[in-house]
């Protein structure tokens, strides 16, 4: 029996709202606690409280939903340490393991088989100075780089970032995103075919379906 243990805000089944595996029935790890504060947040209900699991009772949660895909998130799961020992247990049960992620912590010590969603915060999210440029040298080409884009100085912000990274090369999915209720969809979705980026516009389909309820 493991004593690691994690203090997590909800285990839930839901369909991936988001990046390659959108659309796909998926397990969802939140875990509690974010050193962040972006403006826009959508999930601070995972800032605070919790409960606290042992690693092997996560487990237990995880397999009784019999999943494919997990989907560690949070918050900012790496904030709490044991979500490397998390991760890489959950690669050795077989699922498809993805880690949501700030890209302020580090991305050193996760398990290689985990695919990484990484932000960089733009000027807009009131978080840039914590972007941790050296993690894009831990990238791995299936990882992929995100973009909450609220307004159009953040958007010739970011286009600026994917060309001076060149992102599309280091990884397989850069995607961009509309910041709910402050960038019209459409407006972003135009900027990206006026300017042929090689990016992926998203939307967040869980909302498109569930809106904020929680456990989507
Ligand atoms: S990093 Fe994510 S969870 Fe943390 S404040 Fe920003 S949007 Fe919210």
């Known amino acids: 029996m493991s004593e690691s243990a994690l203090r997590i805000t909800e285990i839930f089944y839901s369909l991936q ?32 409280g919790g409960e606290k699991f042992t690693l092997d009772t996560i487990l ?8 494919a895909f997990v989907c560690v998130t949070g918050g900012e799961p790496l904030a709490q340490p044991n979500c490397l020992p998390l991760l890489a247990a959950l690669c050795d049960a077989g699922y498809e393991v993805s880690l949501e992620t700030s890209g302020a912590l580090s991305l050193q010590g996760i398990d290689a088989r985990v695919v990484v969603v990484m932000d960089l915060k ?7 100075k914590r972007n941790d440029y050296g993690n894009l040298a831990l990238l791995k080409p299936r990882d992929q780089v995100k973009f909450v884009i609220c307004d159009r100085s953040d958007y010739e912000w970011a ?10 090369r280091r990884v397989e999915d850069v995607l961009f995103s509309p910041s709910e209720g402050q960038l019209a969809p459409r407006e972003l979705a135009e900027w990206i075919l006026e300017d042929n980026l090689p990016v992926r516009f998203q939307l967040q389909v869980h909302k498109l379906l569930w809106g904020d309820q929680p456990g989507h």
């Open 17 to 48: 709202g988001e990046a390659r595996t959108v659309g796909r029935p998926t397990v969802f790890v939140r875990l509690t606690g974010c050193p962040l504060r972006c403006h826009y947040c959508d999930s601070e209900y995972a800032f605070y």
């Open 122 to 128: 733009t000027p807009a999210s009131g978080e840039v």
């Open 60 to 67: 237990a949660k995880v397999a009784a939903y019999r999943p």
């Open 159 to 168: 286009r600026f970032k994917v060309s001076e990274y060149a992102l599309e």
